[in-house]
């Protein structure tokens, strides 16, 4: 069974091809950068009606299969962006309807869980999701995968963004906030927003560029910026384990690729006698082999779509899927 899908909730478009035993022939990709400012949606999903064609064909070539070889199409269902998930949800159709294949629709926080799960040792885990328009912690507890703690205001990598604007770092500040934290050594007060299980990430980048503007370090403020930030993603996560007796933690987004990030939850999973597990880089970020896995388990569970059921949602909940291939 060959199963070919297509990601695009974001500035990712890609496209997977993996086979029952999650082996990925191919994970080809291709991201969308603005020029100035933060993703516009519509923009995104140009750039994904430029490249999605492309980017099957070149999959295809890189699995070394043809388009007939292909058994399911599978896609990004949501959350994300209306404009990309309708744009890469109608290259799905098209391919499915023309090699008159079945097509499943995916749910975007669950395929980095269970890629994180094909790829790596773990099998049961605590899955820490932290990428631009994501936060959330997610594990399998009576029937489907539930939501134990997320962002109440935006994704991390979205606030690492915006303050990398602010502070004039360019887009995809990530890799530069964390480079000039390396440098400093102060920890500046920041609000510390961890409600119950759920975080808020707004008000700490606030209070960072006021610390500049009082004329705070650079390096200080982005030190400030990761200890508190990860401090809290790691007390949610560790909380969420403890509460469901998790041995297992795994590691998925973009952010997880932070050094400082994986130390302190590896900190905290070695004072658990717990194990942590991060996926190779390429399988972390958004890409289309986690959607055409998760979708090849769904359809070997039974999952069946007709073409009406593959409308996309935007705020499509890790909650809202009943899981049958566990
Ligand atoms: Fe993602």
Same mark, same amino acid.
């Given at each position: 069974m060959i199963c070919l899908g297509i990601e695009g909730t974001a500035h990712t478009c890609g496209v997977g091809i993996v086979d029952d035993q999650a082996n990925i022939l191919a994970n080809e990709l291709d991201m969308y950068r603005p020029e100035k400012g933060g993703i516009h949606p519509r923009e995104a999903a140009n750039h994904h009606s430029d490249v999605v064609v492309s980017l099957i064909r070149k999959a295809t070539e890189t699995a070394g299969i043809g388009f007939r070889d292909v058994d399911v199409v599978c896609f990004s269902q949501g959350p994300g962006l209306g404009p990309c998930l309708r744009?890469?949800? @109608?290259?799905?159709?098209? =391919?499915?309807?023309?090699? $008159?294949?079945? +097509? #499943?629709? #995916?749910?975007?926080?669950?395929?980095?869980? /269970?890629?994180? #799960?094909?790829? @790596?040792? *773990? *099998? $049961?885990? #605590?899955?820490?999701? !932290? *990428?631009?328009?994501?936060?959330?912690?997610? *594990? &399998?507890?009576?029937?489907?995968?539930?939501? &134990?703690? /997320?962002?109440? $205001?935006?994704?991390?990598?979205?606030? &690492? $963004?915006? =303050?990398?604007?602010?502070?004039? =770092?360019?887009?995809?500040?990530?890799?530069? +906030? /964390?480079?000039? !934290?390396a440098g400093g050594d102060k920890l500046l007060d920041l609000p510390y927003s961890v409600k119950g299980m759920d975080m808020a990430f707004s008000g700490i980048m606030t209070a960072a560029l006021a610390h500049r503007t009082r004329g705070e370090r650079l390096e200080d403020i982005c030190f400030s910026v990761q200890e508190t930030c990860f401090a809290m993603l790691t007390e949610v996560t560790e909380r969420a384990m403890a509460h469901i007796e998790k041995k297992e933690v795994l590691l998925g987004g973009g952010v997880v690729q932070n050094k400082r990030l994986r130390a302190m939850v590896a900190d905290m999973a070695h004072d658990r006698g717990a194990e942590m597990f991060v996926p190779e880089p390429r399988l972390c970020i958004d890409n289309g082999a986690m959607i055409a896995w998760t979708g090849l388990l769904m359809h070997n569970a039974g999952v069946r779509m007709t073409v009406e059921d593959t409308k996309v949602d935007q705020r499509f909940r890790t909650d809202e899927v009943v899981v049958t291939w566990r």
């Amino acid at each position: 069974m060959i199963c070919l899908g297509i990601e695009g909730t974001a500035h990712t478009c890609g496209v997977g091809i993996v086979d029952d035993q999650a082996n990925i022939l191919a994970n080809e990709l291709d991201m969308y950068r603005p020029e100035k400012g933060g993703i516009h949606p519509r923009e995104a999903a140009n750039h994904h009606s430029d490249v999605v064609v492309s980017l099957i064909r070149k999959a295809t070539e890189t699995a070394g299969i043809g388009f007939r070889d292909v058994d399911v199409v599978c896609f990004s269902q949501g959350p994300g962006l209306g404009p990309c998930l309708r744009t890469v949800a @109608t290259a799905a159709r098209a =391919l499915a309807i023309s090699l $008159d294949r079945p +097509i #499943v629709g #995916v749910n975007h926080c669950i395929s980095h869980l /269970e890629i994180g #799960v094909a790829k @790596t040792a *773990s *099998s $049961d885990p #605590v899955l820490l999701y !932290a *990428s631009g328009g994501n936060t959330q912690v997610i *594990s &399998f507890n009576n029937g489907r995968y539930r939501i &134990f703690g /997320e962002t109440l $205001d935006i994704g991390i990598g979205n606030m &690492f $963004d915006k =303050l990398g604007r602010e502070l004039g =770092l360019g887009y995809y500040a990530g890799p530069k +906030i /964390e480079k000039l !934290a390396a440098g400093g050594d102060k920890l500046l007060d920041l609000p510390y927003s961890v409600k119950g299980m759920d975080m808020a990430f707004s008000g700490i980048m606030t209070a960072a560029l006021a610390h500049r503007t009082r004329g705070e370090r650079l390096e200080d403020i982005c030190f400030s910026v990761q200890e508190t930030c990860f401090a809290m993603l790691t007390e949610v996560t560790e909380r969420a384990m403890a509460h469901i007796e998790k041995k297992e933690v795994l590691l998925g987004g973009g952010v997880v690729q932070n050094k400082r990030l994986r130390a302190m939850v590896a900190d905290m999973a070695h004072d658990r006698g717990a194990e942590m597990f991060v996926p190779e880089p390429r399988l972390c970020i958004d890409n289309g082999a986690m959607i055409a896995w998760t979708g090849l388990l769904m359809h070997n569970a039974g999952v069946r779509m007709t073409v009406e059921d593959t409308k996309v949602d935007q705020r499509f909940r890790t909650d809202e899927v009943v899981v049958t291939w566990r």
